[in-house]
């Protein structure tokens, strides 16, 4: 019986390893919970770290965007004035030629105008000698027929 009480507990023994056993779990469970609340810390430290570089590439994000987008708008608003500046060139050359054409245009009928003037001119004088024409042979006609009138009535008179 020795060799079995060796082997067994008494209750007093059981439950001062019970109360040693519990001991190192609630040791256990601060160490645990030690552990959990450090690991905890660290991940919310992480966590907040990431977040910090995250706001910050968002903002950054944000600046280059605008950044962007001023520079855009500032393209987009020197295309537009030069493009502006372009049409009003074009506006002065078209007006330039369009003057030019008017000018030549107003030459041309000048010329025109005097040239029909020399012909009608030149047509005038042409009518005019036509007609001192006419009467210097209607008077050389007559003075013909008036002489020839007169010789043959002067062969008249000598004849009867």
Known sequence: MNVIYKDMVTKVQQEIA??????????VKKDMIIL?????SALRAENEKIKLQLYQLRKQVMDEVSKVRTDSKLDFNLEKSRTKELYSLNERKQLKMRTEVVELHAQQDR???????????????????????KLDTIKYLAG???????????FYRLWI
Do not use: N, P, W
């Not at 013909?144 to 002067?154: E, H, K, P």
């Open 18 to 27: 019970l109360q040693q056993i519990m001991s190192h779990i609630g040791g």
């Open 36 to 40: 959990e609340k450090s690991e905890f």
């Open 111 to 133: 010329a025109l105008t005097q040239t029909y003037r020399k012909i009608d001119t030149e047509v005038a004088g042409l009518k005019t000698m036509l007609e001192s024409h």
């Open 144 to 154: 013909s027929v008036f002489t020839c009138l007169t010789v043959a009535l002067g």
